[in-house]
């Protein structure tokens, strides 16, 4: 029987191509398929779903420890998948896949995420995609990420997943022995408190750091972000349709003219 | 009978407080409840949900023909959100009003859009939003997109919506006699193909800029880009919530182990 042929894989994340888990994500993918990595230049975390109009892109090569390991672009992640599909993969990757994030991608945190959102440029350009996220943000170990990324890559090679949806994973930032198990989940509710504090240059006049405390408004083991603090790995199916479809029935009842 | 308080109404855009159509909105609600407005100080178009994490921001006033308008911040259009929660507004406003932005954000745009972004922001903090864009690239015409923002604000603030959903709304760039009316819509499906040129730099070195054609992936009077190019007015309920929930049960069956 002949061998199947190794999946095309294109690895991103929004951390920068310096950043420790593109390292551990793109080494989890070499033992699936051919790895390549098109990655920002510097780290965009927080930049959601933004894209480069005002200025052009530079695509330059990276190296490690002497050795090619990807391409940088001079832009955002979704830049990444952008010009990497148009310009640097010769033809379409099989999955696409960004991460590990340093930090979680939980809860209201989603709408803000670069990883989660090169996954869902991936997923609108008709790619399968998957993003994952390690819950911390100090000590990083992508050791269990690293292993588990790749056991669901291999599953999503075998199942799919639907188009315009991408599988969003956060992984608790403990050793294997301690993880609890595997769990699917939703997007849970959440908010940013105290969202600027207010210092003083030496001139005397202020200026703002955007800063706050996710507060969680769901305390439930279907919530993403809450299932992580137990120690589960949590999975969201995120769509690319950000529709409230369930309102639409009540706004026709406003019988609004034009 | 005692008169009602007039609603306080914080307006936004992405376009910058130079914008035609923060200007336009801003005249609107004028006429409904007392206006702040806080913009980003330069253009922040297909910046999406991005906050600014690593320089801090500025707050200015901005004066137009010699008489205060408003706040410019010197980042995204959801740091112009919360800093206006944090530091400019005495108290919550009562609604949020994003817009008006030259050009549509229907379909797969939703999710690179600033206007978009910003009612989202407001909603995630629990405040009623909306967001208004002008179907247009060129020579717009604020008149009709103003005064139905006003209508529909009205009846917002009458009927309410749902906590964790905006209302984005999207206006033919046509005189009022030529609306045809106004629908309740879904986020259409689309993609934006052949994403970035390349050209050369004087020096003979490539660089790229994000480009593309929108296309339509659905024709149907449901979905809010192709209603808009039939000359209604397209209001689509967006959900902070990105879960697919209709997917929860099958990946549940994948009995994933950690």
């Given at each position: 029987m002949e061998r199947a042929k190794r999946p095309h894989i294109l690895v991103c994340n929004d951390?920068?191509?310096?950043?420790?888990g593109i390292h551990a994500l793109a080494a989890a993918m070499k033992k699936i398929g051919q790895v390549t990595v098109v990655a920002p230049a510097e780290p965009h975390s927080g930049m959601s779903h933004a894209m480069t109009l005002g200025v052009p892109l530079r695509i330059k090569k990276f190296f490690k420890n002497s050795r090619f390991f990807g391409y940088t672009v001079s832009g955002t992640p979704v830049d990444c998948i952008k010009v990497a599909l148009s310009h640097i993969l010769p033809e379409k990757p099989d999955l696409i896949v960004s991460g590990i994030n340093y930090g979680s991608n939980t809860a209201t945190n989603t709408l803000y995420s670069g990883t989660v959102a090169a996954a869902l440029e991936g997923a609108i350009q008709g790619i399968t995609s998957l993003a994952f996220s390690l819950a911390?943000?100090?000590?990083?170990?992508?050791t269990y990420s690293g292993k588990f990324a790749r056991k669901l890559v291999k599953k999503v090679l075998l199942e799919g997943i639907p188009p315009d949806t991408v599988l969003s994973v956060n992984i608790p930032n403990v050793p294997e022995s301690l993880i609890s198990g595997a769990v699917i989940t939703r997007q849970g509710r959440s908010r940013w408190e105290e969202s600027a504090i207010e210092r003083n240059d030496m001139y005397g006049n202020p200026y703002y750091w955007l800063n706050g405390t996710l507060r969680l408004l769901d305390e439930d083991m279907r919530d993403d972000e809450f299932a992580v603090r137990q120690n589960y790995v949590a999975i969201t199916p995120i769509s690319c349709d950000m529709t409230n479809h369930s309102l639409i029935g009540t706004l026709e009842q406003w019988n609004l003219q034009k």
């Open positions: 951390d920068g191509i310096e950043g420790e911390t943000y100090e000590h990083a170990d992508f």
